[in-house]
């Protein structure tokens, strides 16, 4: 579907819609595109990717449409603790074998390699909390321009499946935003609020991988112009 959102999110004949629809305003066409994700989603990352070279392709066939992100994260492990969890042993468990680990990876690393990511899985010591990854990147698609969110997600992902970073450390979210050009005053009122705002942690839940919200069962989930 990703590789055709230039055809699928194509404005529609502006006859059939109605006055609310958000792809034309004053004979302008616009496109919005939901984003549900989890930063510890590999899939999200390719997903994410793909859809970048889908926009770019979108751009180049309507070069006077307005695109606009909205940027919904899903975390699918919530309760993981605010210091995170080690990886490799959790991982493990969630599979079942090291082989079904191997095999795994083997097939994000495949798909990674052709939109040119690097999947590191071995780098990866804390399988983190991400609330407040999360939350900043909501801050950031709020105050800082759609090239600068879009950036910070990009590092956010590379930072943990390429470099084995953890982004559940709020000092590691510092820098990352530093390195984005997010100016620091912004980015330390971002993180301060973020942190105050954070919900209670989520207690375990006996089924495993399920996302907190049940109308998104899955991610990447992408939503065009209100049409999944």
Known sequence: MLEAVADLAQPPIT???PAHHPTVDGGKHRLNIEVFFDLICPWSW???RQLATAMHEFQRRHPAAEIKINWRPRPLLPEVPPGG?????????????????????????????AVGIAFDFKRI?????TAIAHGLIGHMARQASPLQTIGLVE??????FSDGENIGDPHVLER?????GVGRPMLLACLNDVRSHLPPPTPERPRRGR????????????????AA
Do not use: C, M, W
Request: charged share 15%; proline share 9%; aromatic share 10%.
């Open 211 to 226: 996302p907190v919200k049940e109308d998104v069962l899955s991610t990447p989930h992408f939503v065009f112009n209100g």
């Open 15 to 17: 006859t059939n819609l």
């Open 155 to 160: 590092r956010l992902f590379k930072a943990f």
């Open 176 to 180: 990352l935003g530093l390195e984005q």
């Open 85 to 113: 969890t080690p990886y490799q042993p959790f991982y493990l468990a969630q599979s079942g074998s090291p082989t079904a680990v191997a095999l795994r990876r083997s097939q994000v690393q495949h798909a990674g390699q």
């Open 125 to 129: 010591r804390i399988l983190p909390n």
């Open 46 to 48: 390719v997903g994410i």
